[in-house]
T-cell receptor
Framework: GDSVTQMEGPVTLSEEAFLTINCTYT??????LFWYVQYPGEGLQLLLKATKADDKGSNKGFEATYRKETTSFHLEKGSVQVSDSAVYFC????????????FGEGTQLTVNP | DAGVTQSPTHLIKTRGQHVTLRCSPISGHKSVSWYQQVLGQGPQFIFQ???????GRGNFPDRFSARQFPNYSSELNVNALLLGDSALYLC????????????????FGPGTRLTVL
């Protein structure tokens, strides 16, 4: 079945540091890939997405590139801020599965001033 | 425009009881999905409904059921609650069913925090 694996967390960085959160997936066909963010006490917000190989999703300084050859979708940001502290989830959607998202276990990011 | 709304925000129940959670999708969205998020884990898919019909079911026991109403709102019901049902229950709406990410971007509500004692 489909699965998403994220790097083990939590991750603690200082403000302005470079961020990478690794995500790899297993799925048949050509899934779409997503990064969601969850702030404390809130639901999930879509951060960025990519729908085909070599697509780069970007939003709010975050980027991720869909790498089919390595089945990866790593999240990066060049300079993190305290306000980026949240839990980040990688997810996939297969076109044949309707709206069923498969999520990774999440990575807690804490950014210290 | 209002986003996805869920009620109640928090709920405390005891083992063996029944619970009903409610979700109102974004206006114009016809598909509603339910997810369970246990503390420290990623959301797990429970159900998807589109045009009042069940279109997908995750690996959850029959104690979990759901329905969608003519106005596209939805209820999730859980019977005979267990301690392990304690979780954040998330509802997501999307414009339609199928068609990949372009047509199926999921918009999540704030969730209902269920605690089973």
């Amino acid at each position: 079945g489909d699965s998403v694996t994220q790097m083990e967390g939590p991750v603690t960085l200082s403000e302005e540091a470079f961020l990478t959160i690794n995500c790899t997936y297993t799925a048949t066909g050509y899934p779409s890939l997503f990064w969601y963010v969850q702030y404390p006490g809130e639901g999930l917000q879509l951060l960025l997405k990519a729908t085909k190989a070599d697509d780069k999703g970007s939003n709010k300084g975050f980027e991720a590139t869909y790498r089919k050859e390595t089945t990866s979708f790593h999240l990066e940001k060049g300079s993190v801020q305290v306000s980026d502290s949240a839990v980040y989830f990688c997810a996939l959607l297969r076109e044949t599965s309707g709206s069923r998202l498969t999520f990774g276990e999440g990575t807690q990011l804490t950014v210290n001033p | 425009d209002a986003g996805v709304t869920q009620s109640p925000t928090h709920l405390i129940k005891t083992r063996g009881q029944h619970v009903t959670l409610r979700c109102s999708p974004i206006s114009g969205h016809k598909s509603v999905s339910w997810y369970q998020q246990v503390l420290g884990q990623g959301p797990q898919f429970i159900f998807q409904y589109y045009e009042k019909e069940e279109r997908g079911r995750g690996n959850f026991p029959d104690r979990f059921s759901a329905r969608q109403f003519p106005n596209y709102s939805s209820e999730l019901n859980v019977n005979a609650l267990l301690l392990g049902d304690s979780a954040l229950y998330l509802c997501a709406s999307s414009p339609q069913y199928g068609g990949g990410a372009f047509y199926n971007e999921q918009f999540f509500g704030p969730g209902t925090r269920l605690t089973v004692l």
